[in-house]
């Protein structure tokens, strides 16, 4: 059994901050790539970015120099710093982990979600 945990959501004004978290639990031999999605309310979910086990980032154009990804190992954890934020990132954050358990069966995993609501 895998749980995929985010936290860190709230309220927060244009041009602020807020860093999210994701920790991933359970079964877990290792995990490999690591993703944060959005979905606002009447839209598609849509990838924000993802980060590698070794790091490598990538970034959705409209969050680019904005918003960073970032991993910790050692705590099955993946953050997401966001920037300058603007009304239009309110949505639902969630986050993704592609988990081999212990019986060495590899899927991908999703969290519930995080509100993020950037407004004045």
């Known amino acids: 059994q895998v749980q995929v945990v985010e936290s860190g959501g709230g309220l927060v004004q244009p041009g602020g901050s807020l860093r999210v978290s994701c920790v991933v639990s359970g079964s877990i031999f290792g995990i490999n790539a690591m993703g944060w999605y959005r979905q606002a309310p009447g839209k598609q979910r849509e990838l924000i970015g993802s980060?590698?086990?070794?790091?490598?980032?990538n970034y959705a154009d409209s969050v680019k120099g904005r918003f960073t990804i970032s991993r910790d190992n050692a705590k099955n954890a993946v953050y997401l710093q966001m920037n300058s934020l603007k009304p239009e990132d309110t949505a639902v954050y969630y986050c993704n982990a592609e988990v081999t358990n212990r019986n060495r069966v590899s899927r991908l995993y999703w969290g519930q979600g995080t509100q993020v609501t950037v407004s004045s």
């Open positions: 980060i590698t086990t070794y790091g490598r980032t």
